[in-house]
């Protein structure tokens, strides 16, 4: 079946350097896709999203990017400050039921380590 | 005050015991789900409403049930709790989608231990 999932398991740096997190996702079909942010005993919340129509969109201090020729989504944190560790999940948004929330397929999620 | 909340939010019950987990949200949104989270696993969904008169199976419905009581409630129940259902379960709330995608809102979890 298809799948959304991650490259790496765990990402440590350096306070006030730039994070990326990445994703892969392998249904052609999906064109909704989210990043969401957990925290250690926390639900997931969400960060940003993006479309399939579009390749880069920016909130604050975040960026997701999206590259449908190779099934690849990153989320790029600018000047990661402790308040960013966390672990971070990409969804997709598989589109069987209308497009609602119950289509996200979830990602394994990444862990944010923040270095001093 | 949390938009979408969970009770309780630990449990240890034993084998064989029927438990209830209990979600109420205040945003008014008709779509609610409940995940299970796994280490290494992800979020899986167990059972979705779009609402009060309409539930839907998830990826992994087995073993357990669903109301929506209303609205704004939605309750899961292990009928007959397994050790492997040790996790932690997650409430969420969507608004329609039908012809928009829509982000997920989630309570702060409920960690349950099947012993």
């Known amino acids: 079946g298809e799948s959304v999932g991650l490259h790496l398991p765990t990402l440590s740096v350096q306070e006030g350097d730039n994070s990326i997190i990445n994703c892969a996702y392998s249904?052609?079909?999906?064109?909704?896709f989210i990043w969401y942010k957990q925290e250690s005993g926390k639900g997931p919340q969400f960060i940003i999203d993006i479309r399939s129509n579009m390749d880069k969109r920016q909130g604050q201090r975040v960026t997701v990017l999206l590259n449908k020729t190779v099934k690849h989504l990153s989320l790029q944190i600018a000047a990661t400050q402790p308040g960013d560790s966390a672990v971070y999940f990409c969804a997709e948004n598989t589109m069987y039921s209308g497009g609602g929330a119950d289509g996200l397929t979830f990602g394994k999620g990444t862990h944010l380590i923040i270095q001093p | 005050d949390a938009d979408v909340t969970q009770t309780p939010r630990n449990r240890i019950t034993k084998t064989g015991k029927r438990i209830m987990l209990e979600c109420s949200q205040t945003k008014g949104h008709d779509r609610m789900y409940w995940y299970r989270q796994d280490p290494g696993l992800g979020l899986r969904l167990i059972y979705y409403?779009?609402?009060?008169?309409?539930?839907n199976k998830g990826e992994i419905s087995d073993g357990y049930s669903v109301s929506r009581q209303a609205q704004a409630k939605f309750s899961l129940s292990l009928e007959s709790a397994i050790p492997n259902q040790t996790a932690l379960y997650f409430c969420?709330?969507?608004?329609?989608?039908?012809?928009?995608?829509?982000?997920?809102?989630f309570g702060q979890g409920t960690r349950l231990t099947v012993v």
């Open positions: 249904n052609s079909a999906s064109d909704y």
């Open positions: 969420a709330t969507g608004g329609l989608g039908f012809s928009m995608n829509t982000e997920a809102f």
């Open positions: 409403s779009f609402d009060v008169k309409d539930i």
